[in-house]
Nanobody, 122 residues
């Protein structure tokens, strides 16, 4: 069992930056791939980024590639999402997820956090 708690969301102007954190409980954190998804009002939850259990492999949605960076610290049971050059279309609730495989389909991931709101003003 893994429990996830996101933090770091907020209101930022376009072009600004935010860093999201996801703290995980449980001693098996380092054995899970970790991902970030987001969901805007009226839209489906979409894949943003993911990182392998070791941190050696990372994956990004085309819409955030070059602007967002995912990383993890297994000693702190925490995964991060550094978001730069934010755009109004990045506005969404951002969710952290843990799973055994890295896939863009949200339903495959095993554990989810409660989400943190990111709002980018124009």
């Amino acid at each position: 069992q893994v429990q996830l708690v996101e933090s770091g969301g907020g209101l930022v102007q376009a072009g600004g930056s935010l860093r999201l954190s996801c703290a995980a409980s449980g001693r098996t954190f380092s054995s899970y791939a970790m991902g970030w998804f987001r969901q805007a009002p009226g839209k489906e939850r979409e894949f943003v980024a993911a990182i392998s259990w070791s941190g050696g492999s990372t994956y990004y949605a085309d819409s955030v590639k070059g602007r967002f960076t995912i990383s993890r610290d297994n000693a702190k049971n925490t995964v991060y999402l550094q978001m730069n050059s934010l755009k109004p279309e990045d506005t969404a609730v951002y969710y952290c997820a843990a799973g055994r495989s890295i896939v863009v389909v949200s339903t495959v991931w095993s554990y989810w956090g409660q989400g943190t709101q990111v709002t980018v003003s124009s």
